[in-house]
């Protein structure tokens, strides 16, 4: 009876922690940003899956600030793709498309880092913005011309 009750535990646990692993990122909320929209999108005519996120600004900046957004590389998660964007005072929100990516696995968070700077030479952060971004696309499965090595 003991073996059955620990074995009973161990299989709830390890369904318990597949549910967790399932459950689709929610939109992040900071003092500065709230994330409205991201994931990917498709590019019929060039063949090509990007990165798309958007942010809405919850409080305004003084001055005109430098935003470093990194995207989580699917193919190479040590090396981030990385886009530069500045962000004036009367801007309401952010919009970002990335690059080409490819080697995206389905049912896997991919994450998004936006930090915002005081100035282009990125010595002062003001603050950052996290966003996962749940791909549902198995990339082995597109079409072989929207493979990278047909580029």
Known sequence: MKIFKKVSIFITAIILIGCAALRMPVPSQ?????????????DK????????LVLALNK????????EIKFQ??????DSIVLNETIAPTS??????????YGLKPYRNYKTVTTIYQ????????????????????????????????K
Do not use: C
């Not at 005519?45 to 798309?52: G, S």
């Not at 603050?127 to 090595?149: A, C, E, G, Y």
């Open 119 to 150: 100035s282009p030479e990125k010595k002062k952060i003001i603050t950052s913005h996290t966003q996962l971004v749940r791909s549902m696309i198995n990339f082995s499965r597109l079409p072989k011309d929207w493979q990278k090595n047909e």
């Open 60 to 67: 305004k900046f003084e001055n005109t600030v430098f935003a």
């Open 45 to 52: 005519e060039k063949k090509e899956v990007n990165y798309y």
């Open 73 to 78: 590389n699917p193919e190479d998660s040590n």
């Open 92 to 101: 309401e929100k952010v919009a970002i498309l990335s690059p080409a990516i």
């Open 30 to 42: 900071t003092e500065y940003f709230t994330s409205k929209a991201a994931g990917f999108t498709f």
